[in-house]
């Protein structure tokens, strides 16, 4: 059973958690921007975390499926339709076969991410389906969709049938994640850092800078990080650091003193210094940022970071105990 | 040795403070930290990654929460590390067995554009620059920049060029250059900026093997020169 791009829009990439494992080798973590986004949309149609779905970067997206499936989508403000009947952000839908789902361009924010219920069925590569742009391997042939493609979709489960049925005469799920998790568009372009391991190579003023100043999101940004603009960010000593790992996340700073803010696709390591590091908690509103917009950092404590994600994960652990009740 | 969090997923581990100085007994240690780190197997600990004198160590928050049940998560991940690796000190010091690799290159004149260039940095002969990289002994300090790219210490000091003012949109892949005092391969096609002196046949990096590269961080590689002729055998 098969999904059917009728328009694959600006980009769209199938995508899961990301290929782990392989650092030592060199390839990036890969996967959506914002996998937190990811799972959430795969719970609400059933699936396991780890099942590959669409990333959607500024939407016209059009699909149709050759039978029923369950989906549900998490992201920017995009607009999605299934028919004529509009699928919130964070509501399991049921599309019927041959029938289109169609997602508008955003009003704010830039990715979406698509789970349907079985998960995209391409053969994974060094153990997941995510596709790497830059390595031209994973997901559909190595590269991102075009209109006309047609990718594989994995056996549906007996939970997301039950789903259907559950469904009755309507077609949209009433119960719906946290909006935190669903709409990070929505949230304050505020990132929470934790100081970077070269923080004390900078001066005070870049210290000072980095707390509180806008920074633009330059037109150069794309899966691998989000460049940006705003005050300079210099440092004490210009001598070259010798390269180490860096991960999504980390705020990078070259020698002309614009940080660069790195994302999924980012290198394995880098030689630049590292003033701070965005928390785990924040990158799915990182994941949604695009040239213009305005961003501003906040320090918080290490700890804090921690606890922030360890809430989160046992949360999220409770939403799917929640789900699993619902739907049984 | 320091260790320094990297975000709140992940720490580095610096293992020596001065690469340069003697890379390859700082590539020894490296090697000896991170097999013991993998053979003390901390739970909610997800992968290692050694770049030259460090290991980042990229950990499951809330893996670290659960088996560290009462203590604070970083504290009590920072003393499994220090333990893993003292226990390793305290022990005989054994050198880790790495392998020795041998890479053909074809020096030839249609893979080496930047021959000449490096030749002149050196006052050498290009036949000379040949010799002397195909006869050092060299080290993998670690892979990266793009998947499977080996970046190499043991390049004769003489040999050392900068990096091409402009960097050049496609390199071909399996081109071997030298940036700075490093020497490099190409995994494949890709921009870069090193000197291209030679190529090689081997398809260092295939997604459809595993390990998806022939080299890892503290591999011992030497070159071979190789004819065109074997070249183009090699390549089928």
Not at chain 1, 169 to 196: H, K, M, N, Q, Y
Not at chain 1, 291 to 306: K, M
Not at chain 2, 150 to 164: I, K, N, Q, V, Y
Not at chain 2, 208 to 218: D, H, N
């Given at each position: 059973?098969?999904?059917?791009?009728?328009?694959?829009?600006?980009?769209?990439?199938?995508?899961?958690?990301?290929?782990?494992?392989?650092?030592?080798?060199?390839?990036?973590?890969?996967?959506?921007?914002?996998?937190?986004?990811?799972?959430?949309?795969?719970?609400?149609?059933?699936?396991?975390?780890?099942?590959?779905?669409?990333?959607?970067?500024?939407?016209?997206?059009?699909?149709?499926?050759?039978?029923?499936?369950?989906?549900?989508?998490?992201?920017?403000?995009?607009?999605?339709?299934?028919?004529?009947?509009?699928?919130?952000?964070?509501?399991?839908?049921?599309?019927?076969?041959?029938?289109?789902?169609?997602?508008?361009?955003?009003?704010?924010?830039?990715?979406?991410?698509?789970?349907?219920?079985?998960?995209?069925?391409?053969?994974?590569?060094?153990?997941s389906r995510s596709t790497d742009l830059r390595g031209n391997f994973g997901g559909h042939e190595g590269r991102a969709l075009r209109d006309g493609d047609v990718?594989?979709?994995?056996?549906?489960?007996?939970?997301?049938?039950?789903?259907?049925?559950?469904?009755?005469?309507?077609?949209?799920?009433?119960?719906?994640?946290?909006?935190?998790?669903?709409?990070?568009?929505?949230?304050?372009?505020?990132?929470?850092?934790?100081?970077?391991?070269d923080w004390a190579r900078f001066r005070e003023e870049a210290q000072t800078s980095l707390a509180g100043a806008p920074f633009t999101v330059t037109l150069d940004?794309?899966?691998?990080?989000?460049?940006?603009?705003?005050?300079?960010?210099?440092?004490?000593?210009?001598?070259?650091?010798?390269?180490?790992?860096?991960?999504?996340?980390?705020?990078?700073?070259?020698?002309?003193?614009?940080?660069?803010?790195?994302?999924?696709?980012?290198?394995?390591?880098?030689?630049?210094?590292?003033?701070?590091?965005?928390?785990?908690?924040?990158?799915?509103?990182?994941?949604?940022?695009?040239?213009?917009?305005?961003?501003?950092?906040?320090?918080?404590?290490?700890?804090?970071?921690?606890?922030?994600?360890?809430?989160?994960?046992?949360?999220?652990?409770?939403?799917?105990?929640?789900?699993?009740?619902?739907?049984? | 040795?320091?260790?320094?969090?990297?975000?709140?997923?992940?720490?580095?581990?610096?293992?020596?403070?001065?690469?340069?100085?003697?890379?390859?007994?700082?590539?020894?240690?490296?090697?000896?930290?991170?097999?013991?780190?993998?053979?003390?197997?901390?739970?909610?600990?997800?992968?290692?990654?050694?770049?030259?004198?460090?290991?980042?160590?990229?950990?499951?928050?809330?893996?670290?929460?659960?088996?560290?049940?009462?203590?604070?998560?970083?504290?009590?991940?920072?003393?499994?590390?220090?333990?893993?690796?003292?226990?390793?000190?305290?022990?005989?010091?054994?050198?880790?067995?790495?392998?020795?690799?041998?890479?053909?290159?074809?020096?030839?004149?249609?893979?080496?554009?930047?021959?000449?260039?490096?030749?002149?940095?050196?006052?050498?002969a290009a036949e000379e620059v040949i010799r002397r990289h195909s006869s050092a002994a060299y080290r993998v300090n670690c892979v990266g920049f793009i998947a499977?790219?080996?970046?190499?210490?043991?390049?004769?000091?003489?040999?050392?060029?900068?990096?091409?003012?402009?960097?050049?949109?496609?390199?071909?892949?399996?081109?071997?250059?030298?940036?700075?005092?490093?020497?490099?391969?190409?995994?494949?096609?890709?921009?870069?900026?090193?000197?291209?002196?030679?190529?090689?046949?081997?398809?260092?990096?295939?997604?459809?093997?595993?390990?998806?590269?022939?080299?890892?961080?503290?591999?011992?590689?030497?070159?071979?020169?190789?004819?065109?002729?074997?070249?183009?055998?090699?390549?089928?």
């Open positions: 059973m098969n999904v059917f791009v009728r328009s694959a829009g600006f980009l769209t990439s199938v995508q899961d958690l990301g290929r782990t494992g392989f650092r030592q080798s060199g390839i990036s973590i890969g996967g959506a921007l914002d996998s937190h986004a990811l799972r959430v949309a795969n719970a609400l149609v059933g699936n396991k975390d780890s099942a590959a779905g669409l990333e959607a970067t500024l939407g016209t997206l059009r699909l149709r499926f050759d039978d029923q499936r369950v989906v549900a989508w998490c992201g920017g403000a995009f607009a999605v339709r299934i028919g004529e009947e509009n699928l919130p952000p964070g509501h399991a839908g049921l599309v019927a076969k041959d029938e289109e789902l169609i997602m508008t361009a955003p009003k704010t924010g830039s990715r979406a991410w698509l789970a349907i219920s079985g998960g995209i069925d391409v053969p994974p590569v060094l153990g990718l594989p979709l994995g056996e549906r489960s007996a939970l997301p049938v039950r789903v259907a049925e559950m469904f009755g005469d309507r077609r949209i799920a009433e119960w719906t994640a946290p909006s935190a998790w669903v709409t990070t568009a929505a949230r304050d372009r505020f990132l929470r850092v934790v100081r970077g391991p940004s794309d899966r691998m990080a989000a460049r940006l603009d705003g005050p300079d960010l210099p440092r004490l000593d210009p001598t070259d650091l010798l390269s180490e790992a860096v991960a999504p996340g980390t705020l990078q700073v070259p020698p002309n003193g614009k940080p660069i803010l790195l994302l999924g696709d980012c290198q394995t390591i880098g030689g630049y210094p590292k003033i701070a590091h965005v928390i785990t908690v924040d990158l799915p509103i990182a994941a949604q940022l695009w040239p213009g917009d305005l961003v501003r950092f906040l320090e918080v404590t290490l700890p804090d970071a921690q606890e922030l994600l360890r809430e989160r994960e046992e949360n999220f652990a409770r939403f799917r105990v929640g789900l699993s009740l619902q739907m049984s | 040795m320091r260790i320094e969090p990297l975000g709140d997923s992940a720490l580095i581990v610096r293992v020596v403070d001065d690469f340069a100085r003697d890379p390859d007994a700082a590539l020894n240690a490296v090697l000896a930290a991170l097999r013991s780190l993998e053979a003390a197997a901390i739970p909610g600990v997800i992968e290692l990654a050694p770049a030259y004198s460090t290991i980042a160590i990229f950990f499951d928050v809330a893996g670290i929460g659960r088996a560290a049940a009462k203590h604070e998560p970083s504290d009590w991940l920072r003393t499994r590390i220090e333990s893993a690796l003292t226990a390793r000190s305290a022990g005989d010091k054994q050198s880790v067995a790495t392998p020795q690799i041998e890479i053909p290159v074809c020096y030839g004149r249609e893979f080496a554009p930047d021959l000449d260039d490096v030749a002149s940095v050196a006052g050498l499977g790219f080996p970046f190499m210490s043991g390049l004769p000091s003489e040999l050392a060029t900068p990096r091409r003012v402009a960097p050049r949109k496609k390199v071909p892949a399996g081109s071997v250059g030298i940036g700075g005092a490093q020497t490099g391969i190409y995994p494949r096609k890709s921009p870069g900026g090193w000197n291209l002196i030679g190529r090689t046949p081997l398809r260092l990096f295939d997604v459809q093997r595993e390990p998806p590269t022939i080299l890892q961080a503290g591999d011992r590689v030497r070159f071979r020169g190789i004819s065109r002729e074997e070249f183009d055998v090699l390549s089928q």
